[in-house]
């Protein structure tokens, strides 16, 4: 059974930083692109960011580029962003999710974990 | 960038049938895909690829894709299809997965 388990979300202040991981189980996430999803309070869900299987591949979102890093950990089968220069517009729940091998929809999701940047 | 337009809310009563839209331009050159979100809940994907269903999904769910509109169709309304439903694509030309902006179907 495919499995994602987001952790590392909190309550920070703008301009400062956290580290979301996602622990994956009942698959290898080597072999799928992986991506988090955020959805702020009472929205709708806004694509953030993407590796590639390989892990050479990062994609961003305009809202985010140049201020998150996603990566992978293979060897732990985990996916990690790390989230930077954060704002209030960042509060929200970040959810991790496996994209189908054959095409670009997210097939499997995680819980999600919550991320509150306020002073 | 590319942007998909859904209506804020669709009412239907039980037994009817309920048709949601997603435009978006020339979004059938495009494989859109479905998912629905109780509150507090994980989305779940109900339709890929335009028209599949993954396992588990009830054949009452029905997606289609042509010209500016793709839709996704649910017939014989049941009290637990109330959520949020959200389409999705992948961007090609922006390398951008997009959402739309959600769709709340109630159960009258």
């Known amino acids: 059974e495919v499995q994602l388990l987001e952790s590392g979300g909190g309550l920070v202040q703008p301009g400062g930083s956290l580290r979301l991981s996602c622990a994956a189980s009942?698959?290898?996430?080597?072999?799928?692109?992986m991506a988090w999803v955020r959805q702020a309070p009472g929205k709708g869900l806004e694509w953030v960011s993407a590796i590639s299987g390989s892990g050479n591949t990062p994609y961003y979102g305009d809202s985010v580029k140049g201020r998150f890093v996603v990566s992978r950990d293979n060897s732990k089968n985990t996916l990690h962003l790390q989230l930077n220069s954060l704002r209030t517009e960042d509060t929200a729940i970040y959810f991790c999710?496996?994209?189908?091998?054959?095409?670009?929809?997210?097939?499997?999701w995680g819980q999600g974990t919550q991320v509150t940047v306020s002073s | 960038s590319y942007v998909l337009t859904q209506p804020p809310s669709v009412s239907v009563a039980p037994g009817q049938t309920a048709t949601l839209t997603c435009g978006g331009n020339?979004?059938?050159?495009?494989?859109v895909h479905w998912y629905h979100q109780k509150p507090g809940q994980a989305p779940v994907l109900v339709i890929y690829?335009?028209?599949g269903r993954p396992s588990g999904i009830p054949e009452r769910f029905y997606g289609s894709n042509s010209g500016n509109t793709a839709t996704l169709t649910i017939s014989r309304v049941e009290a637990g299809d109330e959520a949020d439903y959200f389409c999705q694509v992948w961007d090609s030309s922006s390398d951008h997965w997009v959402f739309g902006g959600g769709t709340k179907l109630t159960v009258l």
């Open positions: 009942g698959f290898s996430l080597r072999d799928y692109a």
């Open positions: 999710a496996r994209t189908a091998s054959s095409s670009w929809y997210f097939s499997s």
């Open positions: 690829d335009d028209n």
């Open positions: 020339d979004i059938e050159s495009k494989h």
